[in-house]
C-alpha cells in the first residue's frame, strides 16, 4: 500500500540534463521528509539530497549547484533536477522518505525506499 514510485531515469550526454519524479501512494509527503539517494556500481549508498517537511534543503557537495530538490505536495511528488550531468552521476537512484528523518544524508530515520530509477551519463 505504502509506496515511492521512481520515473525519469534514461541516458543521457554528459553535460545534459535529467528530471526525476517521485511518486508516492499510501502516505501523505507533506507529513514527511523526502530526498534521493543514489548507488553506483561498485559502490556505497549515498545520500544526495533531501528537502524536509517544512522545505529546507541538503544537497551532497558533489552535486550541489547542479542538482536541486523540490516537491509539489499537491500532486504527492518529489522531483529531483539534475543538470549539468557527469559520467560520475550514473547510478541507480532511490527516492526515500520518512516522518522521523530529519535530512540527514546519512539516511538515519528514512522508513520508505523507492525500487530505483538508472541513471546513465555516457557519450
Known amino acids: 500500500q505504502l509506496q515511492l514510485v521512481e520515473s525519469g531515469g534514461g541516458l543521457v550526454q554528459p553535460g545534459g540534463s535529467l528530471r526525476l519524479s517521485c511518486a508516492a501512494s499510501?502516505?501523505?509527503?507533506?507529513?514527511?521528509?523526502v530526498g534521493w539517494f543514489r548507488q553506483a556500481p561498485g559502490k556505497e549508498r549515498e545520500g544526495v539530497s533531501c528537502i524536509s517537511s517544512g522545505g529546507s534543503t541538503n544537497y551532497a557537495d558533489s552535486v550541489k549547484g547542479r542538482f536541486t530538490i523540490s516537491r509539489d505536495n499537491t500532486n504527492n511528488t518529489v522531483y529531483l533536477q539534475m543538470n549539468s550531468l557527469k559520467a560520475e552521476d550514473t547510478a541507480v537512484y532511490y527516492c526515500?522518505?520518512?516522518?522521523?528523518?530529519?535530512?540527514?544524508?546519512?539516511?538515519?530515520?528514512?522508513?520508505?525506499w523507492g525500487k530505483g530509477t538508472l541513471v546513465t551519463v555516457s557519450s
Open positions: 526515500a522518505a520518512g516522518n522521523s528523518w530529519y535530512c540527514g544524508l546519512k539516511g538515519y530515520g528514512v522508513d520508505y
Open positions: 499510501g502516505l501523505t509527503l507533506d507529513y514527511h521528509a
